[in-house]
């Protein structure tokens, strides 16, 4: 079976996210962090994590990639728990007993988005449409050619290629930015 890891291939994830997943936590979409607000209000590092976030497991951080990996029936078991966990200690589920059917769930939609070969990155685009929150995941194939490269930088000129929201990383890394 397989599963979602996050991966942090730079540091850009520990100013860009209010708490940043360590590299190698099992991963869920976290959707279900947004449950009880507003997606609209959301400002800054919590609007960032919206929007392209996926939340590690063990420190309920943020990552805006995973790679796709083996797991054994004891890593996805140990994933529940943790998860199960989490949900108790700091999402308000009452108990373990409500607490494990909901993070089986998640665990499992996590396995079917790694339904691609081992070594894949994953990421995923969250929006608020019509009331509902809408999700995009997107498989990455690593490059095997020299140089190594997840991202090619090309320069783009003209109005086509105006993103509709400017994101100031910098900004945002010393908390001027909402």
């Keep these: 079976m397989k599963l979602l890891r996050t991966i942090r291939l730079d540091d850009s994830d520990t100013f860009l996210f209010e708490t940043a997943a360590q590299s190698g936590e099992w ?7 947004f449950a009880n607000l507003d997606p609209a209000s959301l400002e800054g590092k919590a609007r960032a994590a919206f929007r ?4 590690g497991i063990e ?3 943020w990552s805006t990639l995973v790679h796709i990996v083996e797991a054994s029936p004891e890593d ?3 994933a529940v728990a943790t998860l199960a966990r989490q949900l108790v200690d700091r999402f308000g589920a009452p108990d373990l007993v409500v607490a494990l059917p909901a993070a089986e769930e998640e665990i499992a939609f996590a ?3 790694a339904d ?5 990155l994953a990421a995923v685009s969250r929006s608020h449409e019509a009331g509902f929150v809408r999700e995009v995941f997107r498989a990455l194939r690593p490059s095997v050619e020299p140089p190594l490269r997840v991202f090619d930088v090309r320069q783009m000129t003209g109005e086509e290629y105006a993103l509709p929201e400017h994101v100031d990383l910098l900004a945002m890394s010393r908390g001027e930015c909402r």
Excluded: D, E, N
Aim: aromatic share 8%; glycine share 16%.
């Design 52 to 55: 392209a976030g996926f939340l």
């Design 59 to 61: 420190s309920l951080g």
């Design 76 to 78: 996805r078991a140990a």
């Design 111 to 113: 396995a079917s988005l």
């Design 116 to 120: 691609h070969p081992t070594g894949m």
């Design 27 to 33: 991963a869920v979409s976290g959707a279900f962090a």
